[in-house]
């Protein structure tokens, strides 16, 4: 497998538009496109026996909202569900449930200390027909949603636009990223739909392809080390030396996150904000 192998992309898709994805499933794209969100936050509108389900209803913005509405075709929205609480998933829940009356379920234990779910869900829970699946490492809070018959919304843990942004402890974990991974590629799936970007049909291609470049850079990142310490900013300086603009901070965390990682399995050394390699 090369390492471009596992992306999935397209051309910025239309805003403000329900667009099909299989029976059952729409998607509604935010127009909120950016470095970290690609063409969008992806808005999926699920039907079930009792009416309807919101995954990740993403921005404020009243034009995106009046979309979904529209997208629900006259059912009644009865769930609003969030993968997780990064503010591009969690701003649009708290109008949308106020336009509806739905509640917002969540993971138990929110990661933001301003939000707290109406329903608090647990590891393999029954929502709107949906099972959850607890996927932490990008954040604390994260699930994944599954279908029955095989459909995995991964919100941003699984992207095939791009990999995805782990950050340091608390907040992430690059050993629970991966063992989340390894959790999805075992449930079987024959479709992944990401909060950002299109339908990934080759599901075990893409997670095992970012793995692999999760790894890759896990070992890049270990190479730089010295014996001498050096400091995070003079890592990421040398590990990122062809970084874009507005990405530094996103690299920065991700970097902590491999660091602790290495630290924890025993082959990196921190001395407050210096790593350096451990003996041989």
């Not at 791009?162 to 999805?184: C, I, K, N, Y």
């Not at 010295?226 to 991700?254: C, S």
Request: proline letters at 8%.
């Amino acid at each position: 497998m090369s390492r471009h192998d596992w992306r999935v992309v397209e051309p910025p898709p239309p805003y403000g538009q329900a667009l099909p994805v299989t029976a059952g499933i729409r998607r509604v794209v935010a127009n909120n496109p950016g470095p970290m969100t690609g063409n969008g936050t992806n808005t999926w509108i699920v039907d079930h026996d009792g009416g309807a389900a919101v995954i990740d209803p993403g921005v404020t913005d009243a034009a995106h909202l009046d979309a979904v509405e529209r997208a629900l075709n006259g059912r009644r929205l009865t769930h609003i569900i969030l993968t997780h609480t990064h503010h591009d998933h969690l701003d649009g829940a708290a109008p949308l449930s106020q336009r509806s009356g739905a509640s917002i379920h969540a993971w138990h234990s929110s990661a933001e200390p301003t939000f707290s779910p109406d329903v608090g869900l647990h590891d393999l829970d029954e929502v709107a027909g949906l099972r959850v699946l607890y996927t932490p490492g990008h954040a604390t809070d994260h699930i994944c949603l599954e279908t029955g018959d095989g459909i995995i919304f991964t919100g941003d843990h699984v992207m095939g636009w791009s990999t995805t942004l782990v950050p340091p402890a608390p907040h992430g974990s690059v050993q629970l990223f991966l063992d989340s991974m390894e959790r999805l590629i075992g449930r079987g799936s024959r479709l992944l739909l990401s909060a950002h970007g299109p339908a990934i049909e080759q599901p075990e291609t893409c997670m095992r392809g970012l793995m692999a470049h999760r790894l890759a850079r896990h070992e890049s990142i270990a190479a730089l080390l010295r014996p001498q310490p050096r400091t995070v900013e003079q890592i990421v300086d040398a590990a990122y030396f062809r970084l874009r603009p507005g990405l530094r901070r996103a690299a920065t965390l991700n970097l902590r996150a491999h660091l602790e990682k290495l630290r924890d399995d025993g082959r990196a050394i921190q001395t407050g904000d210096s790593w350096a390699a451990a003996p041989a």
